[in-house]
């Protein structure tokens, strides 16, 4: 399926993503008009965590959240370029 019609929302998404400070990136809209679309196709090529809370208790979404976080950082291959990690030592 084509993504059609978002490539501004993307680039800027991409931007932030790949600048070199942390960045808070609000998607906001009505319903129905894409933006978890937007952030699942984003998180397609560039990674992530992709949690939506619901009307639970605060204590159940956190284990969920961490549980779900746990599985997909242990599912992919996340490696820093050693450019953004600069010259410190781990070891």
Not at 14 to 35: D, H, L, M, N, T
Not at 65 to 76: I, N
């Amino acid at each position: 399926m084509n993504f059609v019609g978002r490539h501004p929302e993307l680039q800027l998404l991409r931007e932030a993503f790949r600048g070199p400070r942390s960045a808070f990136v609000p998607i906001y809209g009505r319903r129905r008009i894409g933006k978890s679309e937007l952030i699942l196709h984003f998180m397609r090529e560039s990674g992530g965590v992709y949690f939506v809370g619901k009307t639970a208790p605060a204590a159940l979404q956190l284990r969920e959240l961490m549980r779900e976080a746990a599985r997909d950082l242990a599912s992919r291959s996340w490696r820093t370029p050693r450019s953004k990690v600069g010259s410190t030592r781990w070891s």
